[in-house]
């Protein structure tokens, strides 16, 4: 048994990265407590597939968070429908047959107003990252039908363009996208922005088409912005950031090859209010851009230098002392990690 038999009242149910976890089990526990629960987390159980996706989907007509993360999705996905004679036991009679993998189901789902119910009244948090076999059409029909929804997670996955038109369509709600290594590229951010005009968390990271950022607009909305192993980024992407994201709160540039201390100058002046800042690995960066850096953004609590080769420890040290910031995180060039830094001398004089 997977679940003690007084689990009754069960609305949450995570099982993430349980190896030994099966479909049928999965089919067992969400054919007894499906009707009643609210958010189901089954990312990372790696040999589960398509019939663990679809038993979700039929069986959990409340779901407001959804987690598949990596789930192993076959090529039968491809099919719109399946075999009625292999759905579990229903009646082959049935007047709709039931799809026999994950992305069927995903595609298949909303074609039934039964299915529908559940992604249109519900769902407000979607997490889809590395399942890779997903294809956009099926994200994009998904994404049409979930308007309530505030938190999508698609980090590797086919997610392109049409997809984020989509959501700009389709998602006015949505305060959480990631798309770290998809496909998508600049040209569809300013339908995304006015769309979902209250997106707070946006994630680019290793996208490798973004070059520029589009804002064409100012984006008070954004809190959260993610550029991370973006190699393809221009220096104007950062002028767009300085713009029209005044008030962002956290910023990771790791490893963003064009940034210098004077971009970075143009950043901090522009964002005074970022709280977070992730710097690791920028190899242009100098102790002046770090002295820029903890002027400018006074609000900062966490700062990230690990891997800038013209950086040393004792120089950024020194630099927070001088500026009296009190950072909860500093991670020092060298990887170190310091912690609720007041004053550094202690550090800069150890043995």
């Excluded at 989907?57 to 999705?73: A, P």
């Excluded at 070059?211 to 002028?239: G, I, M, N, V």
Aim: contains cysteine; proline residues 4%; hydrophobic residues 40%.
């Amino acid at each position: 048994r997977i679940l003690p038999p007084n689990c009754r009242n069960l609305t949450i149910l995570s099982i993430r990265r349980c190896r030994r976890l099966s479909d049928s089990c999965v089919g067992e526990v969400v054919a007894a407590f499906g009707p009643q629960l609210i958010e189901l987390d089954l990312a990372h159980c790696r040999q589960l597939g398509d019939t663990s996706a679809r038993s979700a989907l039929y069986c959990c007509t409340r779901l407001s968070h959804l987690e598949f993360d990596g789930i192993r999705l076959s090529k039968r996905a491809l099919s719109a429908t399946d075999n009625p004679d292999e759905s579990g036991g229903e009646d082959p009679s049935s007047a709709e047959p039931r799809p026999s993998s994950a992305r069927s189901a995903l595609t298949f789902a909303l074609k039934l107003s039964s299915t529908t119910t559940l992604l249109q009244a519900n769902l407000t948090a979607l997490s889809l990252d590395g399942c890779r076999l997903l294809d956009e059409e099926a994200i994009c029909k998904l994404c049409a039908c979930v308007p309530c929804l505030r938190k999508l997670m698609l980090g590797g996955t086919a997610a392109s363009d049409a997809v984020v038109e989509t959501l700009g369509t389709h998602t006015p709600q949505l305060r959480v996208l990631s798309l770290q290594g998809c496909e998508v590229s600049h040209a569809t951010l300013p339908l995304l922005l006015l769309g979902c005009n209250s997106l707070a968390v946006l994630d680019f990271a290793r996208c490798p088409r973004i070059t520029q950022l589009a804002f064409h607009h100012s984006s008070h909305s954004l809190r959260e912005l993610h550029l991370c192993h973006t190699p393809a980024l221009s220096a104007a992407a950062f002028l767009s950031i300085c713009e029209c994201c005044c008030s962002l709160t956290a910023l990771w540039l790791q490893a963003c090859v064009v940034l210098d201390d004077s971009i970075l100058l143009q950043i901090c002046s522009g964002c005074p209010s970022i709280r977070r800042l992730q710097l690791s690995h920028s190899v242009l960066i100098t102790e002046r851009g770090c002295f820029y850096v903890l002027m400018e953004c006074r609000d900062l609590v966490e700062l990230r230098l690990c891997g800038c080769s013209q950086l040393d420890d004792s120089t950024v040290l020194q630099a927070v002392n001088d500026c009296r910031v009190g950072l909860r995180v500093l991670e020092l060039p060298s990887g170190e990690i310091v912690n609720n830094v007041i004053d550094t001398t202690g550090w800069l004089y150890r043995s």
